[in-house]
């Protein structure tokens, strides 16, 4: 029988299904398609940085544990290695029968050595020797040079060479194909609009023998490999976190390995070899028909950047007419809380807001949360130009934030530098929320302002993630806020929280206790529904707590982009909850709470997803939403809008796997991220909100097949 929940690691690797399909839709633009399918392999190569080495530590560390789907560690690797080896099988398959032709249909070519003429082969040759022999560095591998340290995520040639001679002895080396320049080379063309590339690995591979003059070349083979990227840090006993996570960085090239990817041509001999040395088995091995690493096609979607036929429409932000820009910044935000839905409304407002802040001789001291940010930030340098204008900047950075730790420790030292307060968090704990508060002196009076939202303050994200971000004055809020401040710079242990809900605090409990509520409300004859857009759902206390409200009958409408471990659609259990997964062109990042609450909604946004990590380790915050206008907003326009997608939305089945259901003839059609484009981008704010009416589930989605 199987368990009333979904494998958590099965499940990410079917939202990853589900990215590969938006590369499979023919009716996506070409690069865009391309694009997803790097996005692909991206995603793959963390869930085995991170994921598959933590199974692994379990199954070195002999635990034999198995989670609330029933399965155990060597059970959950055995399932992923085949749903996986599926998805690479998938990938290649789409690139070389659809997008590489589809590519070469619009003059966009990915040659290989063997296919260019003696005179572009000329002139590989020459690029070959003047541009990237001199940074190539051959390690031998023999008794007095030890297997080398191929770096994670690294392509190293696999060489095998002998010196030629009576007794002819073959060798091993490796040769890693430089970091420092392009990935993809453009090939010089006589053709008028004809783009054509050449891999850099392909190039090297080719001429690996003049990196070995003398020798006798028997062969060279790309190889890949993934390595364990968790740091593993003790922060009670970490004197300085920051140099302590310096080092940590450090080692994290040189982690354990956790796969292989090799050519579908290496010999046996070669990856046997590499097994041993990298203490994997045969189960770790990918061998893929084509180039070993998928992300490096990324570069070719600039290729046809001109051709708007071949990438999605380019769009500019809305600007919001309630946020003039300056001063009158802060009295349209004393006047009314303003809410920003990014990225169809500009990022530009909170930028303002921060620069402006820098500079108004009013603004006495400026507090903020980063957790991640771009490389030249205008966040970062309108704080440190606030700090130069002598005002009181607090500035909490997470080092922890994962694969931005040594972007995050480069723009502490440079915040530290320029005089900011720079303070870590609290320890055992990652600060993921989003806040900025600026206290103003007002006709005598102190005045506090805030941001409060769903997403990074990350201008390059801000226009490819979906997030809400909330601009108010309140005290109810802004009082709440400065105490959790004072929690994450050491001044108080303990705060107390009324209006929001902070993680590890208050948040679970209170989410339950909304959620039962519902229950509540139901049963006394009152109006009960619940609504929540989240990227993963795994907390089992959350899903029993789901499940209960399920049984009474309470309707649950979730939007669940990533991992979901809840099994909608279970007769007697959760036969009233439907889960939508939308992928698309942004990536859905918001989160949404919203309990009916006998018709006076209960409305909160914020930061945290439903895993045990956000509930119970992390600093989060989710902040109601108490304006008249913005509840209608989110009730009659945001909420209905994701619930009308029948374009990209795919209902999640009892089986775990994601279908979309068929459209029927003369139904609208309805595209949640199109329709949001269209109604902030294509028209006035000032227009009605419509009111879709939600897609239909898939009729008789009662399977009980276990993932």
């Not at 593993?232 to 310096?246: P, V, W």
Request: charged share 25%.
């Amino acid at each position: 029988m199987p368990s009333n929940y979904l494998n958590r690691e099965l499940s990410w690797l079917e939202f990853n299904q589900r990215v590969l399909e938006e590369a499979q839709d023919p009716t996506q633009p070409l690069l865009e398609r391309l694009k997803f399918l790097t996005i692909v392999s991206s995603n793959l190569d963390e869930f085995f940085e991170i994921r598959v080495a933590a199974l692994k530590q379990l199954l070195e560390n002999r635990s034999d544990a198995h989670g609330p789907d029933g399965l155990r560690p060597g059970e959950t690797l055995a399932a992923i290695r085949k749903r996986a080896q599926r998805m690479v099988t998938d990938q290649y398959d789409l690139l070389h029968n659809t997008l590489l032709p589809a590519l070469a249909e619009k003059n966009i070519f990915l040659r290989s050595v063997a296919e260019l003429d003696e005179v572009r082969m000329e002139w590989t040759r020459d690029t070959f020797r003047k541009d990237i022999l001199p940074i190539l560095t051959p390690l031998a591998v023999d008794p007095s040079h030890p297997f080398p340290q191929l770096l994670n995520k690294s392509v190293n040639l696999a060489v095998l060479y002998s010196k030629p001679g009576l007794q002819e002895t073959t060798r091993h080396a490796f040769v890693q194909v430089p970091r420092g320049i392009p990935r993809i080379i453009a090939l010089p063309t006589a053709q008028s609009g004809r783009k054509e590339f050449i891999l850099l690995s392909d190039l090297v591979r080719h001429f690996v023998g003049e990196i070995f003059p003398g020798m006798k070349i028997h062969g060279a083979w790309p190889t890949r490999i993934t390595r364990n990227s968790e740091l593993y840090i003790d922060e009670e006993e970490a004197q300085n976190l920051l140099l302590t996570i310096e080092e940590e960085l450090q080692k994290r090239n040189r982690g354990a390995a956790v796969r292989l990817e090799i050519p579908e041509d290496c010999p046996v001999e070669i990856e046997n070899y590499l097994l041993g040395h990298l203490h994997l088995s045969p189960e770790d091995v990918y061998r893929v028909t084509g180039p070993v690493n998928l992300t490096q096609l990324f570069a070719l979607t600039e290729a046809g950047r001109n051709d708007p036929a071949l990438r999605d429409a380019a769009f500019t932000p809305a600007l919001p007419a309630s946020l003039p820009g300056g001063p009158a910044d802060f009295a349209a935000i004393r006047q009314k809380d303003i809410l920003l839905h990014h990225p169809f409304e500009s990022f530009t407002p909170i930028v303002t807001l921060l620069e402006n802040a820098a500079e108004d001789p009013e603004v006495l001291a400026i507090k903020m949360t980063l957790y991640r940010t771009s490389g030249d930030s205008p966040v970062i340098n309108a704080l440190i130009q606030a700090a130069r204008n002598e005002k009181q900047v607090t500035v909490l950075v997470e080092l922890k934030a994962r694969f931005d730790e040594a972007n995050n420790i480069a723009w502490a030292r440079r915040m530290e530098e320029a005089g900011i307060h720079v303070v870590y968090g609290l320890v055992g704990l990652k600060t993921h929320c989003k806040t900025l508060l600026l206290v103003r002196r007002e006709e005598g009076q102190l005045r506090s302002y805030l941001h409060l939202g769903t997403g990074n303050y990350h201008p390059r994200t801000a226009r490819l993630y979906t997030d809400l971000g909330l601009f108010t004055s309140r005290p109810s809020l802004t009082t709440e806020v400065a105490a959790l401040f004072n929690v994450l710079t050491g001044r108080s242990e303990t705060a107390h929280f009324d209006e929001l809900l902070v993680a590890p605090f208050n948040f679970a409990p209170r989410l339950v206790e909304m959620i039962n509520r519902e229950r509540a409300h139901l049963r006394a004859g009152r109006r009960a529904g619940i609504f929540i857009k989240v990227n993963s759902l795994v907390d089992k206390q959350i899903i029993d707590s789901l499940y209960a409200a399920s049984q009474e009958g309470v309707s649950i409408d979730m939007v669940i982009r990533g991992i979901c471990c809840l099994r909608p659609g279970l007769p007697g259990l959760s036969e009233n909850i439907r889960v939508r997964s939308i992928v698309d062109r942004f990536l859905e990042h918001s989160r949404i709470y919203v309990f009916q609450n006998d018709g006076d909604p209960l409305i909160y946004l914020g930061s945290a997803d439903l895993m045990p990590r956000n509930l119970h380790r992390r600093v989060e915050v989710v902040f109601p939403i108490l304006d008249p206008e913005i509840r209608r907003q989110i009730l009659e326009y945001i909420q209905p809008t994701y619930l009308a997608d029948n374009t990209k939305a795919r209902f999640l089945g009892p089986d775990g796997l994601s279908t979309r259901p068929p459209r029927s003839a003369g139904t609208p059609r309805h595209r949640v991220q199109e329709d949001f484009l269209h109604h902030y981008v294509g028209a006035t704010l000032e227009m009605p909100f419509p009111t879709p009416q939600p897609a239909a589930a898939p009729q008789g989605a009662t399977g009980t097949a276990g993932l």
